[in-house]
């Protein structure tokens, strides 16, 4: 079942606490699924870009470091602000779980093992597709926003605390494979 390949692929979405958000986010990746040409299994293989040639790092394993940067910064960030900066930490997760989820229909595979750009994906990169994954199953503005702001196109808006936390968590862990290229 879809369903269980989600959940096994992201242990993660346990931290959720609100169950209702915890369902909805993992609604939202069977849903990303259900459109895709990817399946579960395939994120454990694919690179988590296209932009780096050859990227020695999967999908999953990107986004899942993502995912535990995110929650331990948001966690830190609490301990150390408290109150003067007050943070969602289920909107963190979910977000930061749920930032790439529109990936899956930017992404197909190339006939040769590899994967491409899709189509669509030439069209409407991922956190437009995520988005719109996202308030189809009914996700939280601030869900939707975080998939929204955490890529460059965030750079045009304001971006809550939360925001800011997956934003940083992904790019710290992305662009060191870019910038090293262009040593």
């Excluded at 040409?37 to 999967?58: G, N, Q, S, Y």
């Excluded at 869900?143 to 800011?164: D, F, K, L, Q, Y």
Aim: glycine residues 6%; hydrophobic residues 40%.
């Amino acid at each position: 079942m879809l369903r269980n390949e989600v959940e096994r692929i992201w242990p993660e979405l346990e931290w959720i606490e609100d169950q209702d958000l915890r369902k909805r986010t993992t609604d939202c990746w069977v849903r990303a699924f259900e459109l895709s040409p990817l399946a579960p299994a395939d994120l454990e293989a694919i690179p988590f870009t296209l932009k780096v040639p050859d990227c020695p790092v999967t999908f999953m394993a990107h986004k899942r470091l993502v995912v535990h940067v995110s929650r331990d910064a948001a966690a830190k960030t609490t301990e150390f602000c408290g109150e003067a900066l007050p943070i969602d930490m289920d909107t963190v997760i979910a977000g930061a779980i749920l930032a790439d989820v529109g990936k899956v229909l930017e992404y197909e595979s190339d006939g040769e093992g590899g994967s491409r750009q899709s189509a669509r994906g030439k069209y409407l990169r991922h956190p437009f597709t995520g988005v719109s994954l996202a308030m189809e199953c009914g996700l939280p503005d601030a869900v939707s926003h975080i998939i929204a702001t955490h890529a460059g196109e965030g750079n045009m808006v304001a971006r809550t605390t939360e925001a800011w936390i997956v934003h940083h968590a992904d790019f710290m862990t992305y662009e060191p494979f870019v910038k090293r290229l262009e040593l």
